[in-house]
C-alpha cells in the first residue's frame, strides 16, 4: 500500500507540473521569457554558423512567432532562450517544460502526438541514403550485410530497423546522437550510408569538407511532414503559432523564406542547395494542415 501510495503522489506531481507549463502565454506573460529549442545540425532548418545563434529556415518561422508573441502581450521586450536539442531528448524537454517551442527538424506524426502538440505541417521529406561516390551504393539492396548510420531518436532509424527485418538485408545499423555524429561514421568509414531525411542529407552534403565525394541516393522510404511542436493541451498557443505560419504561407512571406533557405546561396559555405518547393508542399499552401503521418 505505501508503494501504492508513493508512485500515486508522484504521478500528481508530475500532472500538476505538466498543467502549470500548459497555459505557455501566461507562462511567458509571467516570466517574459520564451525558451525556444534548437538544432545544431539540421541544415538548412536549424543550425549553428560558428559560435553565433541558430539560424535556419524553421528558426526564421520561430522568430515571427516571437514577433507575434511581442505584439499580441505589448512587451516588445521578449527574452529568448535559445536552447540546444537532440532527436532523443527534444520531447521530453519539452513535456517538462525545459523548453516552449522547438521549430526544427522533427516529424509530426500520429505517436508522438500522443505526447506534444504540432503546429501547421511546413515541409515535407522522406527517408534516402547519403554516401560516398566511391561506396557504390545506390539503393537499399546494395545495403546487405554492411553497416548503415541512422541518429538516435529519429523516425528514420525505425524506419530503417523495419526495413532491415521486411527484407532480410541482415544490416547493422549504428545510432549517431545527433546529425553531425552520423555523417562522422560515414565519413570514417565505419558505415557506408546515412540513412536520414533526404533534405537534411543534401543540407549536410552541402556544408560537408568536400561536397563532391558525396551523393544522395535510394528511394524514398515513406513521406513525412516537418512541424513545430509545443506541448500538448495549450489551444491558445497552438492557435496563435498556427496564425503566424498560416499567416506567412497566405501573405507570400512563406514562399519568400523557402527560396532564401533552399533556392539561394546559405551559410557558412554560401552554397545553393536548389531544391524547387515539392508539389505536396506548394499544395499545403493553399490548404494548410496540422495533419499526422501515421
Known sequence: MKSFTVLTAALLVAGMAASAHADTLKKLADTGKLSLAYRESSVPFSYVEGAGKPIGFS??????????IKKRSGKPVLEIDYIPVTSQNRIPLLMNGTIDLECGSTTNNSTRGKDVAFAINHFYT???LLAKKTSK???YADLENKT?????GTTNSQVMRK???DKKLNMQIILGKDHADSLLLVEGDRAVAFAMDD???FGLMANAKNPAEWEV???SLQVEPYAC?????DPKFKALVDGVITGMMKSGEFDRLYKKWFMSPIPPKNINLNLPMSAQLRDSLKAPSDKPAL
Open 229 to 233: 511542436m509545443l506541448r500538448k493541451d
Open 59 to 68: 528558426m526564421d518561422i520561430a522568430t515571427a512567432v516571437v514577433q507575434e
Open 217 to 219: 541516393v535510394g528511394d
Open 148 to 152: 548503415v548510420a541512422s541518429t538516435t
Open 137 to 139: 551504393i545506390r539503393n
Open 126 to 128: 522522406g527517408t534516402r
Open 163 to 165: 526495413y532491415n527485418a
Open 199 to 201: 533534405i537534411l542529407l
